[in-house]
């Protein structure tokens, strides 16, 4: 394609053609000198005068010229889809190399993340059971010892189970939303900033939810959670701002999610690597929505996300 796109602009194929079209018009004069060929067609045409074949060369004249212009016209209407056709090759190549950057993306963020909780199942919980055990079994061994080594023993195991439980709680923290099964989107969004705030106390967030922004099923729910999760982790690490405002409201054409916040605004794009932002486009437009991104220098950085939902609010 590309080489047939040259092939049709280059100008040293556009000059050969004109040569050969100057050539040949110059022998085919010379021909028709030779041979007298206007005397003839004449002499030829003379008893057919009532027909008016004497004016077939001035015909085809025109017919010539027409032909060129027609001919004229389509090689430029080739040449226009031509230029479209590379143009929506090239965004398609944009696109694959774009979807096969985000899934080599997605494949590292997996295995980091298996890696990071198989490091704290290996630290944290197999150190932590492993005292447990040693506890237990000092008490087993140890009928005959003072009530207060046992007593020690035992606090230690509960304090060493508490711990136990908040690594889990944190894993499972991050491998699914708390509550968001439960008690719904707005809850689990709720604890989500509630959790950010005490992290970013300098940090101001507006949560504006609309009641009857619930039961969006499964999908919606995950997606519009990460999509939060990601703004709030952009606003943390480039945004410097002071203020976030999410707001999440449902309408007749489907569930709309907004995230303000005025840090940085397009200066945070020369930081913000940009997968976290194609990761939330890709879910949303694999749900029918769409993302608009809105950010100018120093006036804030907007991410805006609506997606359809079945059935009336």
Known sequence: MDSLTHDLDSPRASRLDLWLVLGGTAAFWALSAALELQERVAA???????????????????????????????????????RLRVAAEQRLADALAENRRLSLSHIHVQEDERKQLARELHDELGQHLNAIKIDAVSIRNGSGAAATDSHRAACAIIEVADHVQGIIRDMLRRLRPVGLDELGLSAALEHLVQNWRARHANTQITLAFSPDAENLGEQINITLYRMVQECLNNVARHAQAANVTIALERGAEGVRLSVFDDGDGA?????????????????????????????????????????PVEGAP
């Open 44 to 82: 030829w045409t003379q008893p057919w005068e009532r027909y008016q074949l004497d004016e077939l060369p001035g015909v085809l004249l025109f017919l010539a010229l027409a032909l060129a212009w027609y001919a004229w016209r389509r090689v430029g209407e080739t040449r226009a889809q031509l």
């Open 267 to 307: 200066a945070q794009w020369h930081t913000v690597s940009g997968l976290g932002l194609v990761g939330m486009r890709e879910r949303v437009e694999s749900l029918g929505g769409t993302v608009d991104i809105a950010s100018t220098a120093g006036h804030g950085f907007r991410v805006s996300a609506r997606i």
